[in-house]
């Protein structure tokens, strides 16, 4: 009963000490946003919550009531969380963000420390009510011992101390009021809470052991669930911290735009780690080997969608001249999907904006930038997971060395492998002070794919982009092409090639060149004419937002090719026409010589006598 718990916390012997400790540790626990964001915090607070000796009927009561009121007050709590984390004392918390231990408490979260310093002043507050409230009960209650004859007597029948007993719960005993009130502090140590804490680290230890693969198993799901934004399986996850040696056996993650099939798949994932820095909430990967991977597959079981999809992309207008994907593409929309895709994860390599470099004409950014970004993420995440990344010093959170996956089958290239390597990727490439890189070659060499951010380094390089793509049939992306109502490339193979630089700030953007050589390929007039152009190239500029970049092809250069392509053409024409009458006429064969002279005469060339 209700009543009962309140009545044993009014007629109890808490002293105000017990109870002032009990309404903070509680507050402050209820406005505790989660175990993710303060696991630190949380165990520490229970802790001295248990050792503190006190009150913990008080501190279970009041830490309900917090966590309701947490929910109503989460925007004030994030407001506080800023004033701590961005003012004037941005220095403090910073040190205690990197700081070995204290990073784990879980400080870079706004609505944890914002939570943490609401809580601890509601809980003064809510204390020194309860505190004060109890002690005049008591000294009202010791002038009715003392004073009143009515009390005494309705106090000396069992009848009454049982219905006491039965609606307000036990009280203080033989001790009198009077007693209660001279004891301000108490035994400020709960020994039972010191033998419960050594035993809760003893068991979390062994727990540990024995249960460290699936509690990871589960983490490593979420986590990469969160960040995938659509199902992953996950097999098994092994940790040895004395061979720094963590293994991924059975990964699959889900295509969130094709849910039947995998981004994602590998057998076996084995990463060296540096664990120095995991008391900073830090972790080093010195080596990844992916082996068994794979991109394409089908999936047995549909995958699902994790978290609110994502918004569609708003169309840019045309600049000028420039054209879009929908004016050469019929499947435009897939492509931009996929671009979009490519932009997510340049953006997860580039880290978060407020770490990446300015040029030296690029203008200061302002507190509004920083506003402006956290009020997008509270809009996307939640207070609850909004962090104060801009405050990581020293070492990113995540940092791999070097990842390798070499034979990744790609469901759309058939037997062709591809062979991955990347280099330095971190969650804030700043910090790490190393260009970024990822290199992919096919086995065949018909693929070639490098990027390079190397923005971050000293000297303010371009970040670079380069691909080739050799051999590729033409009737295989002919069809895709928007260009009267006839497939106007045929036959023949392409050859893509492009060399050129991207930015990440203010979104990911490309000043692409792109070379199309054909090899062999028959265009196909409207007419239904034909021109064989071989060896041909033609240049093709891609600019602007990589999921929406405007193209712009060399029309001229392109009429030029047509035009002496058929040029050619009627000259080979022409010269077999006139070799095979001379050779009726003359009754024999012109010979080399007379061949060359016929052609070059009909060639035109300027330089001939």
Not at 107 to 133: E, H, K, Q, R
Not at 184 to 207: D, K, Q
Not at 317 to 328: I, V
Request: charged residues 25%; hydrophobic residues 45%.
């Amino acid at each position: 009963m209700i009543t009962r718990r309140i009545g044993s916390i009014i007629r109890g012997r808490a002293t105000p000490f017990q109870i002032i400790a009990a309404s903070m540790l509680g507050c402050m626990l209820g406005f505790m946003p989660g175990f993710v964001q303060a696991a630190g915090l949380i165990l520490v607070l229970t802790f001295l919550l248990v050792i503190l000796n006190a009150n913990l009927a008080i501190a279970a009561l009041i830490a309900v009531g917090a966590k309701l009121l947490s929910l109503a007050l989460a925007p004030v709590s994030f407001a506080v969380g800023r004033l701590l984390l961005d003012g004037p004392t941005s220095g403090l918390f910073k040190s205690m963000i990197n700081a070995p231990g204290l990073a784990l408490f879980g400080f870079d979260y706004y609505l944890t420390t914002g939570g943490l310093a609401v809580g601890l002043v509601m809980g003064i507050i809510v204390g020194l009510v309860i505190s004060g409230a109890i002690t005049r009960f008591r000294r009202k209650m010791v002038s009715l011992e003392k004073d009143s004859e009515r009390y005494q007597r309705y106090q000396a029948r069992k009848s009454v101390r049982f219905l006491v007993w039965l609606l307000a719960g036990s009280g203080h005993g033989k001790v009198s009021y009077e007693d209660l009130l001279s004891k301000r502090l108490g035994n400020p140590i709960r020994i039972l809470g010191v033998v419960f804490v050594a035993l809760s680290v003893a068991v979390l230890v062994l727990l540990n052991q024995l249960f460290a693969g699936p509690i990871l198993t589960a983490a490593l799901q979420s986590g990469l669930e969160r960040a995938n934004g659509a199902t992953v399986d996950v097999g098994s996850v092994d940790l040895s911290l004395k061979e720094n040696r963590l293994t991924v056996t059975d990964l699959a993650m889900a295509d969130p735009k094709a849910l039947e099939t995998d981004l994602f798949r590998a057998r076996r994932l084995e990463a060296a780690l540096n664990a120095e820095d995991l008391l900073r909430k830090r972790l080093k990967i010195d080596l990844v080997v992916v082996d068994g991977a794979s991109s394409g597959d089908a999936r047995k079981v549909k995958g699902r969608l994790v978290g609110p999809p994502p918004e569609p992309e708003p169309d840019l207008e045309k600049p000028g001249d420039a054209r879009t994907l929908e004016d050469y593409l019929k499947q435009a929309q897939l492509w931009k999907e996929r671009l979009a895709q490519a932009r997510r994860w340049l953006e997860k390599i580039s880290g978060p904006d407020e770490a990446k470099p300015a040029g030296p004409d690029a203008p200061v950014e302002k507190e509004e930038g920083l506003r402006e970004r956290l009020e997008r993420e509270v809009q996307e995440k939640g207070y609850a997971r909004v962090r104060a990344t801009h405050l990581i010093e020293g070492s990113p959170t995540l940092t791999i060395a070097k990842l390798s996956a070499s034979e990744v089958r790609v469901a759309s290239l058939g037997d062709d492998r591809l062979d991955v390597e990347a280099l330095n990727l971190s969650t804030h490439p700043a910090l790490l002070g190393r260009t970024p890189e990822i290199h992919v070659r096919s086995g065949s060499d018909r693929i070639v794919f490098g990027l390079a951010l190397a923005a971050f380094e000293r000297a303010g390089a371009t970040n670079s982009l380069s691909f080739a793509w050799r051999g590729l049939p033409t009737d295989q992306i002919a069809g895709d092409l928007k260009i009267a109502d006839t497939q106007p490339l045929q036959g023949g193979t392409i050859d893509l090639a492009a060399d050129g630089s991207w930015a990440s700030q203010g979104g990911i953007t490309i000043d692409l060149p792109l070379q199309a050589t054909l090899h062999a390929v028959d265009i196909v007039l409207p007419t239904g004419d034909r021109t064989k152009l071989d060896n041909f190239t033609l240049p093709i500029a891609l600019t602007g937002p990589l999921d929406n970049p405007r193209v712009k092809v060399d029309d001229g250069g392109l009429s030029k090719a047509l035009l002496a392509a058929g040029k050619q053409r009627a000259v080979d024409e022409a010269s077999k026409a006139a070799t095979k009458l001379l050779d009726e006429k003359v009754g024999g064969d012109l010979g080399n010589q007379g061949k060359s002279l016929l052609n070059n005469i009909l060639g035109g060339k300027k330089n001939q006598p």
